[in-house]
């Protein structure tokens, strides 16, 4: 699991305490999604959120402290599942009901579409969040590797992140396109999503030779 409180100045240690940071980042997710990053400011999360401006810095140096808390909260459940499946997988669940619950457990996820509709385009915008999109795409990369690993020996390790990689960046994908799709569309969306994904995994496990995967930058 990830500590979602890392950027944090002070650790909310009582009760009290991380219901005033539980106000000031649900105020901000509010705000975000109602009048965008533009409108984000200390002074108007502490008027949403019912406390001082005070309150406000001595947890949080300054926005993009609370910004970075968001999306350590965003990714939060993702690691939850990799830190099971892969567990599972080290335990003995048969290949298809890894796949088959992999592809399960992330459509669950699909219904909390607040980060991808007004997180995503701050991640390109903003250093400090572009470094932790960047660790998350490694970290996932690397545990999607595990995961594969449990089921076939003899890969180079370079090609199995390689494919890791690329099976992210197809979770990715469609992540997004189902949070800004049409509601009409989204169950089109989730039949592809789990061809796709489950297509990939098999390709990987009846795959005679790692040799000739693309290599991603």
């Given at each position: 699991?990830?500590?979602?409180?890392?950027?944090?100045?002070?650790?909310?240690?009582?009760?009290?305490?991380?219901?005033s940071?539980n106000?000031?980042?649900?105020?901000?997710?509010?705000?975000?999604?109602?009048?965008?990053?533009?409108a984000?400011?200390?002074?108007?999360i502490?008027?949403?959120?019912?406390?001082?401006?005070?309150?406000?810095?001595?947890?949080?140096?300054?926005?993009?402290?609370?910004?970075c808390?968001?999306?350590?909260?965003?990714?939060?459940p993702?690691?939850a599942?990799?830190?099971?499946?892969?567990?599972?997988?080290?335990?003995?669940?048969?290949?298809?009901?890894?796949?088959?619950?992999?592809?399960?457990?992330?459509?669950?996820?699909?219904?909390?579409?607040?980060g991808?509709?007004h997180?995503?385009?701050?991640?390109e915008?903003?250093?400090?969040?572009?470094?932790l999109?960047?660790?998350?795409?490694?970290r996932?990369?690397?545990?999607?590797?595990d995961?594969?690993?449990a089921?076939?020996?003899?890969?180079p390790?370079?090609q199995?992140?390689?494919?890791?990689?690329?099976?992210?960046r197809?979770?990715?994908?469609?992540?997004?396109?189902y949070?800004?799709?049409?509601?009409s569309e989204?169950?089109?969306?989730?039949?592809?999503y789990?061809?796709?994904?489950?297509g990939?995994?098999?390709?990987?496990?009846?795959?005679?030779?790692?040799?000739?995967?693309?290599?991603?930058?």
């Amino acid at each position: 699991m990830i500590d979602c409180f890392v950027f944090l100045k002070k650790q909310p240690a009582q009760q009290r305490s991380l219901d005033s940071v539980n106000r000031i980042l649900d105020s901000s997710r509010q705000i975000l999604a109602v009048a965008g990053y533009e409108a984000l400011s200390t002074n108007r999360i502490a008027q949403e959120a019912g406390v001082n401006v005070a309150s406000v810095y001595q947890y949080f140096p300054d926005k993009e402290a609370i910004l970075c808390t968001l999306y350590l909260h965003w990714v939060a459940p993702v690691y939850a599942i990799y830190d099971d499946m892969l567990a599972q997988a080290r335990q003995g669940l048969p290949f298809v009901a890894m796949a088959r619950q992999l592809e399960s457990r992330q459509s669950q996820l699909y219904e909390n579409t607040w980060g991808y509709q007004h997180m995503a385009h701050l991640v390109e915008m903003l250093p400090a969040l572009r470094q932790l999109e960047n660790e998350h795409v490694q970290r996932s990369a690397t545990y999607l590797a595990d995961l594969l690993s449990a089921y076939r020996e003899g890969w180079p390790r370079a090609q199995l992140l390689t494919y890791g990689a690329m099976l992210y960046r197809v979770i990715g994908t469609f992540n997004t396109a189902y949070a800004t799709a049409k509601p009409s569309e989204k169950a089109l969306i989730l039949r592809i999503y789990r061809r796709t994904l489950i297509g990939m995994l098999r390709i990987y496990l009846n795959a005679r030779t790692p040799k000739g995967l693309p290599q991603l930058a």
